[in-house]
Structures are given as C-alpha cells and as structure tokens.
C-alpha cells in the first residue's frame, strides 16, 4: 500500500506542476511622436514570424514538461457496475440462481519504470535542447525584425532630411526669383532670360518636393507595414540618431565573425539542435535494451447474490469490498528481441537526423561568415560614399556661394547659377541619403558585437 500512496503523490506533483504559461496582448496606441524604440516593440508584439516562433516554442516547453512526466508512475481506475437478469452465478457457492443480480469488479493499478534502456532520460534532453534552441529562434525572429524597422526608420529620417533639403533649395531659388522678378519690372532687359531660367529651377524645385513627399510618405507605409498596424499620417517622428559625429568605423572582418558566433542566435540555436539528435540517437538505442517496471494493483467485486449463510441476508456492498480485496505487487520484464527491425531503422533514422542537423549548423555558421564579411564591406563602401558626398557638398556649396554672389551683382548669369545650383543641390541630398546608409551599416556591425542599441 505504500507504494499506491507514493503514487497518488506523484501524480498530485504532476498536476499541480504542470502549467502552460499564457502571454496577453494589448492593443498598440501609437502617441504623436512615434521613437525607434517604439516603432521596434510594436513590430514585434505583431509580427506574423515572430509570434509563429513564440507560439512554437510554448509547444516545445509542453513537449519538454511531458518528457520528464513520462518517468511519473501511472495511475488508473478502473470500475465496472453490471446488473444480471435471469439465471447467474452466486460466486461464493458457486451456485446458480435465477434472479436479478447487481455485481461490480473494482481496480486501482500503479506501473513505475525501472529501467527503459535511458530511453526517458535521454528523451528529457532531446527535449531540452529542443526547447532551448526555440527560445533562440524567437530571439532570432526579434534581431531580423528590429534590423529591419532600424532600417525602414532610418529611411524615414533621411526621406524627412532629404524634404527639408528640397524646400530649403526651393527657398533659395525663391529668393532669386523674386529678385530677378523686381529687376525685370524695373526695366532691365538682359535679366529677362535670367527670370525665365530661374522660374525653371522653381518649378523644378517644386518637382523635386512632390518627389521627396512622395518617398517619405512611402517610407512611412513601409514603416507601418512592418509595425502591423494602420497607417497614421499625421504621427512625428524623433531622431534619436547621432547623424553630427560620424567616423570610420575601428573593427575587422575576423573579430566582428569572432564575435557574431557569440552573439546570433541562430548559430546557438543550430548547436543545440545537433546536441537534441545526439540525444535522440541515444533514446532509439535505448530500445535494444530490455525494459523493467514495478507494478501494484488492489482488486474488489461485488454480488448482489451473496448471502450470509447464518441469516441468509444479503451480504452488504462494503463487507464485500472489505472480504474480496486483494492486493498484488511486482515486476515486468519486456524485451523485444525481434520486431521487425523496428528499433534498428529508428536508429538509423535518428543517425539521418543527426548529419542533417550538423551540416545545417555548418551551413549557418558559413553564412554568417559570409554576411558578416558583406556587411563589413558595405560599411567600408558607404563610409567611402559619405566621405566623398561630404567633400563634393562642402565644394559644390562654396562653388554656388561664389556664384550666387556673382550673379546677384549682375557679373554671371542665370544659366551658370541653376547649373551650380543643380550640383550642389544632388550633392546634399545625396550626402543626406549617404549618412544614413552608413548609419544602417554600422548598427549591423553594432548587433554582431552585441552592443545594438535602440533608443
């Protein structure tokens, strides 16, 4: 009997342990200033990939909780209640009688394994090491997601720049327009293909704006595509990007892969699943081996047609429980000698699966080679960019101020300004797009050190 007590407890451990934890998702407000840190926790709170990811890794934790409840004894009840008509047996006398008969068999058994060839044991880190590395899945689903709205971000801040460059270069030919508009009235004929020249680069102006509105708002929908949630036209958006200091970046191609395989995800993910087919290699071997279990059972049945011989009464339903229990305790062995290869070609299998799982974290730790070595040239190649779109922007914007002084004193015309105006217009927006790229890149490099920050 102390064994069933010891099971009932267990089983009582079991159910109170067994929880699976649920997670609640509030709706999204977005404020009228949306921050990078905002704009990265709402996409991930709404990602498809990254939920899906979540979602299995909470299977993996049931699976993982199940495979060490396995090792629990079992448990079972079992009871039968029948009622006879017509002629049955009395099973005390073993006598027949030919009346309506109430009878019921009554059974409580427990079976804890012994021995199972570590098959359990082997299972619970097969299943460990599967729920581990879903939790690095996810983590892996949350960097992909947060690179990508750093990047669409970022894109919204340099579209905004890029406006505000278009309207001041507009302000600017306006001026002009306006000076050469009041030198026109005033009678002087040499400026009159100035004024036409000028109100050109206007309504050219007026162009490049509509292009910039167009690539902001653009940018903004991409934003919100990735966020999940209903375009807002009239949110602001902070810049908490240092775009004033910016230098080259001090890193290496070896050090920053070095690190990467400390830092990504998906390469611990990948290590983990090989040490998960290791262990299920291990647990199909575990069935060659014969299994041993411990097992007890408390049996009763009660007859309606028993009788006490001395009153000749029926005898009542828990004298009967009580006199007809027996109890029984012992052990089993099982060894499947032949079962149709069974054993074998799930061992065969799980090898399979093993070579598998190890040419996939082969696999992901060349990728990650490779892109980090890609990103760090895109880096060194922006950096180049930006530094080249600086010093033709700070020349191109010299150039214009000559000439803009020129032609206001009448020594050029308007021909000669549009065309340095034009070049050191592109070269602004140009240096604007620039500087964000190289931001992007260098926040890349950043993730695969382990110092990403979103602010």
Same mark, same amino acid.
């Given at each position: 009997?102390?064994?069933?007590?010891?099971?009932?407890?267990?089983?009582?451990?079991?159910?109170?342990?067994?929880?699976?934890?649920?997670?609640?998702?509030?709706?999204?407000?977005?404020?009228?200033?949306?921050?990078? $840190?905002?704009?990265?926790?709402?996409?991930?709170?709404?990602?498809?990939?990254?939920?899906?990811?979540?979602?299995?890794?909470?299977?993996?934790?049931?699976?993982?909780?199940?495979?060490?409840?396995?090792?629990?004894?079992?448990?079972?009840?079992?009871?039968?209640?029948?009622?006879?008509?017509?002629?049955?047996?009395?099973?005390?006398?073993?006598?027949?009688?030919?009346?309506?008969?109430?009878?019921?068999?009554?059974?409580?058994?427990?079976?804890?394994?012994?021995?199972?060839?570590?098959?359990?044991?082997?299972?619970?880190?097969?299943?460990?090491?599967?729920?581990?590395?879903?939790?690095?899945?996810?983590?892996?689903?949350?960097?992909?997601?947060?690179?990508?709205?750093?990047?669409?971000?970022?894109?919204?801040?340099?579209?905004?720049?890029?406006?505000?460059?278009?309207?001041?270069?507009?302000?600017?030919?306006?001026?002009?327009?306006? $000076?050469?508009?009041?030198?026109?009235?005033?009678?002087?004929?040499?400026?009159?293909?100035?004024?036409?020249?000028?109100?050109?680069?206007?309504?050219?102006?007026?162009?490049?704006?509509?292009?910039?509105?167009?690539?902001?708002?653009?940018?903004?929908?991409?934003?919100?595509?990735?966020?999940?949630?209903?375009?807002?036209?009239?949110?602001?958006?902070?810049?908490?990007?240092? +775009?004033?200091?910016?230098?080259?970046?001090?890193?290496?191609?070896?050090?920053?892969?070095?690190?990467?395989?400390?830092? *990504?995800?998906?390469?611990?993910?990948?290590?983990?699943?090989?040490?998960?087919?290791?262990?299920?290699?291990?647990?199909?071997?575990?069935?060659?081996?014969? +299994?041993?279990?411990?097992?007890?059972? *408390?049996?009763?049945?009660?007859?309606?047609?028993?009788?006490?011989?001395?009153?000749?009464?029926?005898?009542?339903?828990?004298?009967?429980?009580?006199?007809?229990?027996?109890?029984?305790?012992?052990?089993?062995?099982?060894?499947?000698?032949?079962?149709?290869?069974?054993?074998?070609?799930?061992?065969?299998?799980?090898?399979?699966?093993?070579?598998?799982?190890?040419?996939?974290?082969?696999?992901?730790?060349? *990728?990650?080679?490779?892109?980090?070595?890609?990103?760090?040239?895109?880096?060194?190649?922006?950096?180049?960019?930006?530094?080249?779109?600086?010093?033709?922007?700070?020349?191109?914007?010299?150039?214009? $101020?000559?000439?803009?002084?020129?032609? +206001?004193?009448?020594?050029?015309?308007?021909?000669?300004? *549009?065309?340095?105006?034009?070049?050191?217009?592109?070269?602004?927006?140009?240096?604007?797009?620039?500087?964000?790229?190289?931001?992007?890149?260098?926040?890349?490099?950043?993730?695969?050190?382990? $110092?990403?920050?979103?602010?």
């Amino acid at each position: 009997m102390r064994y069933i007590t010891f099971s009932f407890l267990l089983l009582y451990f079991a159910l109170c342990t067994g929880k699976l934890e649920a997670q609640s998702v509030s709706a999204d407000s977005i404020s009228i200033v949306l921050t990078l $840190r905002q704009a990265v926790d709402i996409a991930i709170r709404n990602n498809l990939q990254v939920n899906t990811a979540d979602l299995q890794s909470q299977t993996f934790k049931v699976a993982f909780d199940q495979s060490w409840e396995y090792m629990l004894p079992t448990l079972q009840l079992q009871a039968g209640q029948s009622v006879n008509f017509g002629r049955s047996l009395n099973p005390t006398n073993y006598t027949y009688v030919t009346q309506q008969v109430g009878s019921g068999n009554y059974n409580l058994s427990t079976n804890i394994p012994i021995f199972q060839g570590l098959q359990l044991q082997n299972g619970v880190k097969q299943q460990r090491y599967n729920f581990e590395a879903s939790r690095y899945d996810l983590k892996w689903q949350k960097d992909n997601i947060t690179l990508n709205v750093l990047l669409a971000y970022l894109q919204v801040l340099s579209a905004r720049d890029q406006l505000a460059t278009v309207l001041t270069q507009l302000n600017s030919d306006t001026v002009q327009l306006h $000076r050469n508009e009041s030198l026109a009235k005033e009678g002087a004929l040499l400026t009159l293909s100035d004024l036409a020249t000028v109100q050109g680069q206007v309504a050219q102006d007026e162009i490049n704006i509509s292009t910039a509105i167009q690539t902001l708002e653009t940018n903004k929908i991409a934003l919100f595509t990735l966020m999940n949630v209903s375009y807002k036209r009239d949110v602001e958006y902070e810049n908490s990007v240092n +775009t004033s200091n910016i230098n080259d970046y001090q890193t290496s191609p070896d050090s920053l892969y070095q690190s990467a395989l400390q830092v *990504v995800p998906s390469i611990e993910s990948a290590r983990l699943k090989v040490l998960s087919a290791q262990k299920a290699v291990a647990a199909a071997k575990g069935a060659y081996w014969p +299994t041993l279990s411990f097992g007890a059972n *408390v049996n009763s049945y009660y007859n309606g047609a028993v009788t006490d011989p001395n009153t000749t009464n029926k005898t009542p339903w828990g004298t009967q429980f009580k006199d007809n229990r027996n109890e029984s305790i012992g052990l089993q062995l099982n060894w499947n000698i032949l079962n149709g290869f069974r054993a074998r070609n799930n061992v065969r299998n799980q090898k399979i699966n093993l070579k598998s799982a190890e040419v996939n974290a082969n696999n992901t730790r060349l *990728v990650l080679q490779q892109q980090v070595e890609q990103n760090f040239q895109n880096m060194v190649a922006t950096y180049k960019q930006f530094k080249l779109f600086s010093e033709q922007a700070d020349a191109y914007a010299e150039a214009l $101020r000559i000439v803009n002084i020129k032609f +206001t004193e009448g020594v050029v015309t308007a021909d000669i300004y *549009v065309q340095a105006k034009v070049r050191s217009d592109a070269a602004a927006i140009n240096l604007a797009a620039a500087r964000y790229a190289y931001i992007f890149r260098t926040k890349v490099l950043d993730y695969y050190q382990g $110092r990403l920050a979103i602010q």
